[in-house]
């Protein structure tokens, strides 16, 4: 089909961020017009639901009209102020208390950027900063894991452990170490149970420490589910496990609730529902629904203490962003905290997340389904050419990506992640109803994807 105006436009004007170049240069871009509750609209009048959320953040949907307003009161009486040089606004101090209250760890201050790589960057730097002023100047090193995904900058795409995040970027950095992954579907080895897998893990990441040197080892970060790699769940006792190791060589741990924060995985936090217990967490995403773009880490006193040690030493805490708590982005979201709480939106999750988790179990079925795994409002299918021998297709055939393709034409947005997965990740204030729609055209989609791979052999190929 030919290019419209806009896609034409588009095409020779946009760096698209995560899109193959080439292929955007042929195909043109899905363009979204405008979205309502889970639905959005796109150019072609398409009426999609948006099974992730966007990237995984719209969690109050698309009409929220008190968050709107609350971005135009603050517009109008103070569109920008910043925090450096001790200058300060309400709706930033207001929304650090609020953060401080509802922390999974002791946080005693807060730090606002934009985005999940700023945070998960602010990280990286204060564990430095910190271990300075502590006198550990060795202990540096950053472990990862393969699979992770936490953000694009340099540091935060040094963290991420996925391969087009470092292809040809000269990346990771040195200093940034990856350990394995907690994906038992693809990674235990026969017979191996789910704990013994993870005693398993524990024991490589013991191994790995002891090889570089406990002393230099300064931090361990992780998402509670891992979203971009593949929406990996912790198998039992995982993360148990993986603190112990944590916890006898003094490696600080940093969990990243960019995606499971504020309520995806029926708790407030992820930490809460996998039993972390974080020395710090990096929120960004669902902490404004989306509407505006605001990011946080949330500290203890003990690198509080150290950064106002090295403040004293040096004249000056030397971080922040221009938009570090920018007014209009903390008032929107201290109003998505007050709805949050308001209409008891864990509730909801809780009372919904049934409806999502049963239909996503019984895709398990399905013949191009390897597994199906998911928890609150968060899925993954990982889809498979042999279920009985979890033989993959060839990355080459795109399937998952074929498949977010066939799904707009079943009134769905969907994300492809690598390994083949499809993510579902939908908007948090999602009825049951609309629960059972989306699941509808999941199933469409996919009896379409086997057509296509029956008619043309290419299970086998
Ligand atoms: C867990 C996690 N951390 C960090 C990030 C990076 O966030 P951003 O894209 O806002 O930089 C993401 C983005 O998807 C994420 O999923």
Known sequence: MPLTNVQARDVETILHPYTNLAQHRESGPVVIERGEGVHVWDAQGRKLIEGLSGLWCTSLGYNCEELVEAATAQMRRLPFAHLFGSRSHDPAVALAEKLKEISPCPASKVFFANSGSE??????????????????????????????YHGVTIASASLTGLAANHADFDLPIPGFLHTGRPHYYRDAQPGETEAEFSTRLAQDLDQLIQREGPETVAAFIAEPIMGAGGVILPPETYFAKIQAVLAKYDIYFIADEVICGFGRTGNMFGSQTFGLSPDSISVAKALSSAYAPISAIMIPEEMYQAALEESRKIGTFGHGFTYSGHPVSCAVALKTLEIYERDDIIGHVRAVSPAFTSRLAALGDHPLVGQARGIGLIGGLELVADKGQRRSFPASLGLAAKCAALALDEGLMIRALGGDVLALCPPLVINEDEIGQMFDAVERTLERAEAWVAKDGLRNA
């Open 119 to 148: 945070a998960n960057d602010t990280q990286i730097k204060l564990i430095w900063y910190m271990n300075n002023a502590l006198g550990r100047p060795k202990k540096k090193k950053i472990i990862s894991r393969i699979g992770a």
